[in-house]
């Protein structure tokens, strides 16, 4: 007949052997819980169209770290305008403020905010590739009875949505009224958007402000 100091010990080893065992599969568990995903996000476009303007919705990763702007409006670099006037935060791109033919205001000034976007997302490591959702508020130039929906979705594509997604080309993109040409970034990215009019936008000359959510690549972290 075993001792009782012998059916002490025999019972204390049977725990300690079940409790590791549990610990361990715990341990397997939390690691498996534990690994990420490596899907970042994707755009959900229309079948069929090989150069949509914008994606229907964008899948987001559980683990994606995100960017998220605020509302970004044009710089008044042309001196040769009234300050405070909607001429005077053309894009300095057109020199003296001239515009070419056909080219609008809302048009020149979307160029200057989407480069100001440009800048505001290269400083946190990231590239207009990694917009995923756009948010616009327009409002109408003076004396026009509507926003200019037209001049802003040609200065939108100068950025964004300019490849042909079957052959990979660029696509031509016209500024105004001048025969399509390359644009200003090549850029494949086809983010969510609306696009509203507004009564008007918190800085008196702004036709334009735009906000926008991007997403860190795999492997790059927010600075």
Partial sequence: MKSRTTKIVAAAFAATVVLSTAT????DTAEADTVKSS??????????QANP????????????????????????????APEGSPESYIDSQFSGGVLPAGVSVT?????NVLKKIRDNLEAQGLSLEDVVTMRVFLDNAPGADKADYAGWNRAYRQFFA??????????????GTAAPIAPIERNS??????????????????????EVDAVYPEGKEPA
């Fill in 24 to 27: 361990a599969c715990t341990t």
């Fill in 39 to 48: 899907f970042v996000s994707k755009s959900v476009l229309e079948a069929g």
């Fill in 53 to 80: 303007m914008i994606a229907q919705g964008v899948a987001i990763g559980s683990d994606t770290a995100m960017y998220k702007t605020s509302g970004i409006g044009p710089s008044a670099g042309n001196k040769t």
């Fill in 107 to 111: 048009e020149a000034q979307g160029i």
């Fill in 162 to 175: 300019n490849t042909n997604l079957d052959t990979g080309d660029t696509e031509l993109v016209p500024m």
């Fill in 189 to 210: 990215a086809r983010p969510t958007r609306f696009a509203l009019e507004v009564a008007g936008l918190p800085v008196a000359g702004w036709l334009v402000e735009v």
